[in-house]
């Protein structure tokens, strides 16, 4: 089993590394976005870190107070995504029965949610109070749950990437982020350029839940074009900064339409995670022998 240690620094380094990903609309070392600083995101990263890997708390308790740390330190929703993507994640790693792997830990999680875990998490999305949060007819965050997590997530799964990795066991994940991620960086070496693989990769094929939630399907279209080719254009790429030009571009457009793909960025923090876990749980194994 990884430390609590390893778990905080792999956390902390997936955030890092989105970090370093010029991500058109988002907060990057390249870029500040929405009134949010990369500072902010690096400061969440650290103070959400320890609740997150908290081994006394469930599952639910784990998302909400990683989300309250959050929230009194900067004072605005820098990664409620991220915290409810990761989450599962690391807390199936310490939680894995002998004999299981990490992926059959996380099936039995997400199959075996609460209706006290959804409580924690519906009181930290609206601590989170993320853009587009409105008001719903069944298993309103604003109201105690009447469901488990993983049935209040698949509710919203359809409008709802982040609620659908809960859905289907993190399968945009597992089966194609990973692996994006891997090729981009074994053919360049950089963490934040195969960050930004995943990024595009994801864009170009799925629309982004936050945008949807704010501006209905208005730019997914026009997102989804700019993407594609954004996407292939990495692929063709000998250098990361030939591209640099078309990604100041893209990110200016994006910014002056308040155009934020925090979804996507959420889940590229998320494969991110994934990536660095299986390597440590591979260092370990290899130890074991």
């Not at 690391?90 to 830990?105: I, V, Y």
């Not at 994006?180 to 864009?203: C, E, I, K, P, T």
């Not at 292939?232 to 457009?253: C, H, N, R, S």
């Amino acid at each position: 089993m990884l430390s609590r240690q390893q778990l905080i620094q792999a956390y902390r380094q997936a955030c890092e590394i989105e970090l370093q990903a010029f991500k058109p609309g988002n907060v990057s070392i390249y870029s500040p976005a929405h009134d949010m600083t990369v500072d902010d995101f690096r400061l969440s990263a650290e103070v959400s870190s320890g609740p997150i890997t908290d081994p006394e708390f469930c599952l639910g308790e784990k998302i909400y107070y990683a989300v309250k740390a959050t929230r009194e330190a900067v004072a605005c929703n820098t990664n409620l995504g991220i915290v409810l993507l990761c989450a599962p994640l690391l807390h199936a790693l310490t939680n894995s029965k002998p004999g299981e792997s990490w992926r059959q830990a996380l099936d039995r999680i997400l199959e075996t949610t609460t209706q006290q875990d959804a409580d924690w998490v519906f009181e930290a999305i609206v601590l989170a109070a993320p853009a587009g949060l409105g008001d719903s007819e069944q298993h309103d965050v604003q109201e105690k749950a009447a469901v488990t997590l993983t049935e209040a997530m698949r509710f919203a799964a359809d409008k709802d990437r982040i609620a659908l990795q809960y859905v289907t066991h993190f399968k945009d994940i597992f089966d194609f982020a990973v692996l994006r991620y891997n090729r981009a960086f074994v053919l360049s070496g950089d963490s934040g350029w195969a960050a930004l693989a995943v990024f595009a990769a994801m864009l170009a094929r799925y629309p982004d839940s936050h945008i949807e939630r704010k501006y209905g399907k208005r730019y997914s279209e026009w997102i989804r074009v700019e993407m594609e080719s954004l996407d292939k254009a990495m692929q063709l790429a000998i250098e990361p900064e030939e591209l640099f030009p078309v990604l100041y571009g893209l990110d200016k457009a994006f910014k002056a339409q308040r155009i934020n793909p925090g979804t996507t960025a959420d889940m590229t923090v998320a494969t991110v995670l994934v990536v660095l876990l299986e390597q440590l749980i591979g260092q370990q194994r290899a130890g074991e022998l």
